[in-house]
């Protein structure tokens, strides 16, 4: 608002120098002088002669116009002639005399001659201001977009320098699954001769554990039939840990070869089972269902409740298994809950159509 009115108040100053310039000059070498009201109405015609051209005229021409200087030309050369006739009758009302009455005359053609060219000349100024302003609008576009790029390249740069940081983090925290694999594959050798039980159970745990490593290396897919065997690794991990009194039904249905599917949901999910479901009841056992058919995945978990659990329940892992899938299946999944007094049941349908 202070910019504007800044401007507009430097616009009426050039306009009284210019005003008072020309009076002056008319005054010292002519010594012609007319009533302030001529002035003023003439001058007010000739400024909004300059502004209309150039904030009109020369906009629409250029800004909302494919042929914008055969299309200025035009209105030009149609503004003069609109400008002529209303400074004639101005003229008219001025000094009584009906000038469109001997337009055509040889005098009359020295003062319509005389009013054109005082016509090219303010509209001469109003394309060289239309031009000025015009080159600012570039310049300030032009920074504009340097500011924008330089904008892009400091965030990109600022996510590349994220990036290496968490892949630093990354790789260092490497160090510690690949320190306990090595573990474990020195338990299984000085124990397995002792217990296969307990070299097997050590055996699985190190492949589940790696498959989780490998798979969120991978490119945010793993193949569905291998996310299968690790759910059958963990069930079998499970009965070696329970001693075989752990009841547990898994079903399968459908070709799974070249299916891809988000990493560590499923199998997630049947640790969630195994860890807060009562799965004791061979009557009533954990029940696992797997069925994919036409590009839909249909996976479900249902178990009794314990009474009590030694793991707190925060639900955290479902939650984050929701927000992975939200991510990566936007309106292609569906993922039920059903927590009643007896019975946990969860249901996840995914549309794997890209």
């Known amino acids: 608002m202070r910019l504007t009115r800044i401007i507009i108040l430097r616009h009426i100053l050039v306009w009284i ?18 009533p302030l009201y001529h002035l003023v109405v003439y001058y007010v015609l000739n400024i909004v002669l300059f502004y209309f051209n150039a904030h009109v005229i020369l906009d629409y021409a250029f800004f909302k ?35 469109f009455s001997f337009l055509f005359t040889s005098p009359m053609q020295k ?29 300030e576009r032009n920074h504009v977009m340097e500011k ?16 290496i940081t968490a892949e630093n983090a990354y790789l260092q925290n490497q160090i510690s699954p690949h320190l306990l694999f090595n573990s474990l594959n020195f338990i299984y050798g000085a124990i397995h001769k002792l217990s296969e039980r307990a070299g097997k159970g050590v055996m699985l745990l190190s492949e589940i554990m790696r498959y989780s490593l490998v798979s969120s290396e991978d490119n945010r897919t793993v193949l569905l039939a291998d996310e299968v065997d690790q759910i059958e690794r963990l069930i079998e991990l499970s009965h070696l840990r329970f001693e075989h009194q752990l009841y547990i039904r898994f079903i399968k249905r459908g070709k799974l070869k070249g299916v891809r599917v988000l990493p560590l949901i499923l199998i997630t999910l049947v640790e969630n089972m195994v860890k807060h479901g009562d799965l004791g009841a061979p009557n009533q056992p954990g029940r696992i269902s797997l069925t994919y058919m036409e590009n839909q995945l249909a996976f479900k978990t249902e178990n009794l409740k314990r009474t009590s659990s030694p793991h707190p329940p925060g639900g955290i892992g479902l939650k984050n298994i929701e927000k992975r899938l939200s991510n990566f299946y936007p309106d292609r999944y569906e993922f039920e809950i059903q927590d009643t007094e007896t019975l946990f049941t969860v249901t996840l349908n995914i549309n794997l159509n890209p």
């Open 65 to 99: 116009t494919g042929r914008p200087y055969l299309i200025a030309t035009l209105l030009i050369l149609l503004e003069i002639i609109v400008h002529l006739f209303i400074k004639l009758e101005v003229d008219s009302i001025f000094t009584g005399v009906k000038y």
């Open 148 to 163: 924008e790029q330089l904008r892009s390249i400091a965030h990109t740069l600022e996510l590349e320098n994220k990036y």
């Open 17 to 34: 120098l210019f005003i008072a310039y020309e009076v002056s000059l008319i005054k010292i070498s002519v010594g012609l002088t007319s």
């Open 111 to 139: 003062v319509l001659l005389s009013n054109i060219w005082r016509e090219i000349f303010f509209i001469g100024f109003s394309i060289a201001y239309w031009s000025m302003l015009y080159m600012m609008r570039f310049k």
